[in-house]
């Protein structure tokens, strides 16, 4: 019987896939949260060599603490019922959290270090513990213990980096995160209890996917808010209206290429296979590099259409080709998962942009951003001429197929 106290958490197989409106608000504070970081981003403009640098880690690293609390959020929905006033209570106080850092994002590196890292542990070693307690005497809740021991074990080092001096902060909450992040991929493991395999996880795979594509779709707005916002508060020029209509162009660009086949079906992808929670974890890592993607290369719109002719400078490379270049590598490892092939339209795309790389160095940000464009045009047409007259392909991951005679869920 104790195995049943506390099930009434789990997610029951009649649960609806859809994300809730409870969800759909909570991803309301990391719209300002990838507002915040597209900003950080873009005060890196006329930096060069080892500011640059140091700056774009500074921000990816508050980038990637959003990233793994937003992730572990949507894990949780996806296994326990969000319709449950506990999970309701997490959500609500994630997204509290959340909104905190975001609000220290800015200056999260000086005078605000120690609200957005007070705020980050919270949810990380708290959010746990009161999951932990909810089960009560249920198998399951030996997950959410192991995911509250290895967050005390960062803690220190997120402390000491908050407490201490600028110089320290970047190094010690790098060191920090990469525990975290190392956690989740070695499955927590403790002495004696051993390690929670995520791969192995029971989840609703519908419900995750939904989750992935509405945070991509949130990324691609607010790369769309940016358009909007830098040009309207620019003087109107032809050369200003002409690099906002490539910018939304390249948006539109991104969109298609990601929901065209492998995109759409990564829903019907996470219902086939054996082992949901091991393809789950595999498009979790991929859509990181999606979002990010597409948050950098909003860096460039906002830059294009800034100075549309301006000089190049390094900067602008790293976001107006790099954000593309990086955008591909995630799709491409979607293809792979969902379809256990490699696109040749997104290599041709990739090698494009590298071998026009040395070129558009000496470009000016409007021409760099305008061969973009046409790059991502051509890889969408070679995708539609491929599937062109064919029968919808099926999803095919070799990710997650393993025997169901090992596909149990082992938290117990």
Do not use: C, K
């Amino acid at each position: 019987m104790a195995a049943g106290r506390g099930a009434e958490l789990l997610r029951p197989p009649t649960s609806s896939g859809r994300a809730t409106f409870l969800e759909l608000f909570f991803d309301l504070a990391f719209v300002v949260a990838l507002t915040r970081v597209s900003q950080s981003f873009a005060d890196l403009g006329d930096d060069t060599g080892w500011a640059l640098a140091t700056g774009f880690g500074r921000t990816l690293l508050l980038f990637l603490a959003l990233w793994l609390i937003w992730s572990h959020t949507a894990w949780i929905t996806s296994r326990y019922e969000p319709e449950q006033p506990i999970i309701q209570a997490v959500v609500v106080g994630t997204m509290f959290a959340g909104l905190i850092m975001a609000v220290a994002l800015p200056r999260a590196m000086q005078e605000r270090a120690l609200p957005f890292a007070i705020a980050y542990l919270t949810v990380m070693v708290l959010r746990p513990l009161v999951i932990a307690v909810a089960l009560r005497g249920h198998p399951r809740r030996l997950v959410p213990i192991r995911l509250a021991v290895w967050a005390l074990a960062s803690t220190p080092l997120w402390l000491a980096g908050a407490f201490g001096p600028d110089r320290v902060r970047l190094p010690l909450w790098a060191a920090a995160l990469g525990v975290d992040y190392l956690a989740w991929a070695l499955g927590w493991p403790l002495p004696r209890l051993g390690a929670s395999q995520v791969g192995r996880w029971r989840i609703a795979g519908t419900h995750l996917a939904d989750r992935y594509q509405q945070m991509f779709l949130i990324a691609l707005g607010e790369s769309i808010l940016v358009i909007g916002v830098v040009f309207s508060g620019r003087d109107y020029s032809d050369l200003r209206a002409a690099a906002f209509a490539v910018a939304f162009a390249t948006s539109a660009l991104l969109w298609r290429i990601y929901f065209h086949r492998a995109g759409l079906l990564l829903t019907d992808a996470l219902e086939r296979v054996v082992l949901p929670g091991r393809l789950g974890a595999a498009s979790e890592r991929t859509h990181l590099l999606i979002v990010l993607s597409v948050l950098v290369t909003s860096v460039g719109y906002e830059l294009v259409i800034d100075d549309p002719f301006g000089e190049p400078r390094p900067s602008w490379l790293l976001f107006v080709v790099g954000g593309p270049m990086l955008f591909l590598v995630g799709r491409m490892r979607l293809e792979y998962e969902i379809f256990g092939r490699r696109s040749r339209s997104h290599l041709i795309g990739l090698a494009a942009l590298l071998l026009s790389t040395p070129a558009s160095a000496l470009w000016a940000p409007m021409v760099g951003l305008s061969v973009v464009a046409g790059v991502l045009a051509v890889v969408a047409l070679l995708d539609g001429l491929r599937n062109r007259g064919r029968p919808l392909d099926g999803p095919a991951s070799p990710v997650g197929r393993e025997e169901a005679s090992g596909a149990g869920d082992v938290e117990a």
